[in-house]
């Protein structure tokens, strides 16, 4: 079946501008997690979501980062006035439910803030 | 601090030679998962193993096989006979039971693995 797919798989931007980010998870998934990736680092959790309850946001940088999500499809990342350092591939990954099962990753969205 | 530890950065081999990959978790939890996940020039995390804290079994999978070691929080990696094909960034995760951080996986900061022709 379809994995997890991204969009865009690049972006470039100027610093100060708003970015939107998308994630489609695997049809059935329940959990959807977002996680960004510095150069040469391992990766960072942002923000959870779990069905219908509320999600887990603490681990979002700051407050210029939000995520929603439709029921149990698609979920956008925002990052509003982009900075330079926001400048990361942004994972997004899925499960059939929380903790216990794996969780798969789509390729990312390589965001560079200029 | 940090829950995972991977303290090799890089590894490179010849072409057929064993390689371990090291990972040291740490973790107050009785029940938790480690992963294996690798991250080949392409980007995308590819899974490569999930084992329970109940379950200390060493595991095989063709020329992959893990060494899970609770005594000393290691969750160890050996490829052996390693190929060009198998050059990536190898990562090691943590997942735990507690409610706070319930979901969440706890990466390593990699290990880049070059296996040379």
């Known amino acids: 079946g379809a994995g997890v797919s991204q969009s865009p798989s690049n972006k470039v931007t100027e610093k100060g501008k708003d970015v939107e980010l998308r994630c489609d998870p695997i049809s059935g998934h329940t959990a959807l997690y977002w996680y960004r990736q510095r150069l040469g680092q391992g990766l960072e959790f942002l923000i959870y979501f779990q069905g219908n309850s509320a999600p887990d946001k603490s681990g979002l940088p700051s407050d210029r980062f939000s995520a929603e999500r439709t029921g149990e499809s698609v979920s956008t990342l925002t990052i509003q006035r982009t900075q330079q350092e926001d400048s990361a591939v942004y994972l997004c990954?899925?499960?059939?439910?929380?903790?216990?099962?794996?969780?798969?990753f789509g390729p990312g969205t390589r965001l560079t803030v200029l | 601090a940090q829950k995972v530890t991977q303290a090799q950065t890089e590894i490179s081999v010849v072409e057929k030679e064993d390689v371990t990959l090291d990972c040291v978790y740490e973790t107050r939890d009785t029940t938790y998962y480690l992963f294996w996940y690798k991250q080949p020039p392409s980007g995308e995390l590819v899974f490569l193993i999930r084992r329970n804290s109940f379950d200390e079994q060493n595991e095989i999978s063709g020329r992959y096989s893990w060494n899970f070691q609770k005594s000393t929080s290691s969750f160890n990696f050996t490829i052996t006979a390693s190929q060009v094909v198998d050059s990536a960034v190898y990562f090691c995760?943590?997942?735990?039971?507690?409610?706070?951080?319930?979901?969440?996986?706890?990466f390593g900061r990699g290990t880049q693995l070059t296996v040379w022709p």
């Open positions: 995760a943590l997942s735990e039971a507690n409610g706070s951080t319930l979901g969440r996986l706890y």
């Open positions: 990954a899925s499960s059939p439910e929380v903790f216990t099962d794996t969780q798969y």
